[in-house]
């Protein structure tokens, strides 16, 4: 790490949290009121930093607010409690629009269909430096204790994905290139939400899952910090994985 970044961070740490932040987490970030006190402390300081070395941007007539920034910044960090990856430090910006916004796509999905055009995206994380995401999706997310889901979970997690190349020892039809307890746990997981998302049958995962192993384990980190109760009695061995890599035992909060 640079000496200058070193040393700002070493400043931004010492500062005290401010008070209107405060105020957004507690009221709204229901996931904050999960967390036992040493890991909203320790959730506190990751979102100093993290807020201070990333820009946060509004498109498509949004503007951007503290309460937005809190409210991203806030469930990005929780995938940080234990391990800081340097604060996704490919990351530079996240552009947030009100809605939907429309992209390009070229997907193959579970069944081996091939979709082309333009579609209405919730969000995506690009490998160029750039997280975009959907407001409106996110607070149907938070706001909705049914709902299960968290976009910003997703799509952060792809940037940890990419660093880490956690999905990058199996194949795209979920064959194990390099054999390890992650990868073999990961494939067996992804295999089987394949099979599922063919026969209609409920499962704890979205079967957006099952198109590729990167949006597996996207997925599954959501299952893991929203239903896990659910997550660990349907995939046991999957939770164990994921517990092992962040650190952190949700069942427990």
């Not at 990751?46 to 806030?74: H, N, P, Q, W, Y």
């Not at 193959?108 to 579609?119: N, S």
Request: net charge negative.
């Amino acid at each position: 790490m640079p000496i200058i970044q070193f040393l700002r961070r070493r400043w931004i740490l010492g500062k005290p949290f401010p008070e209107s932040w405060q105020s957004i987490l507690y009221n709204e970030v229901p996931y904050y009121q999960k967390l036992p006190q040493n890991y909203r402390e320790t959730l506190k300081k990751r979102m100093m930093v993290f807020m201070d070395e990333k820009l946060f941007e509004g498109c498509g007539g949004l503007k951007m607010t503290d309460r937005i920034k809190v409210i991203i910044s806030a469930y990005a960090c929780v995938l940080l409690l234990e391990e800081t990856s340097d604060y996704y430090p490919d990351l530079q910006a996240i552009l947030v629009y009100p809605d939907d916004y429309v992209a390009q796509v070229h997907e193959e999905d579970y069944a081996g269909i091939v979709t082309t055009g333009l579609e209405a995206r919730k969000g995506e994380s690009w490998d160029i430096g750039s997280i975009v995401l959907s407001w409106r999706d996110i607070e149907g997310n938070i706001y909705n204790e049914k709902d299960k889901q968290n976009l910003i979970f997703h799509e952060f997690s792809h940037q940890l994905d990419q660093r880490y190349g956690l999905t990058a020892g199996i194949t795209e039809v979920g064959k194990v290139i390099q054999k390890n307890e992650w990868n073999e746990v990961l494939a067996e997981s992804f295999n089987n939400l394949r099979r599922k998302a063919v026969r209609k049958e409920k499962t704890v995962l979205d079967t957006y899952g099952a198109t590729e192993p990167a949006e597996f384990f996207s997925v599954a980190t959501e299952a893991y910090f929203e239903d896990s109760s659910r997550l660990k009695k349907e995939y046991p061995d999957l939770y164990d994985q994921l517990k092992s890599f962040y650190g952190v035992d949700p069942v427990i909060f």
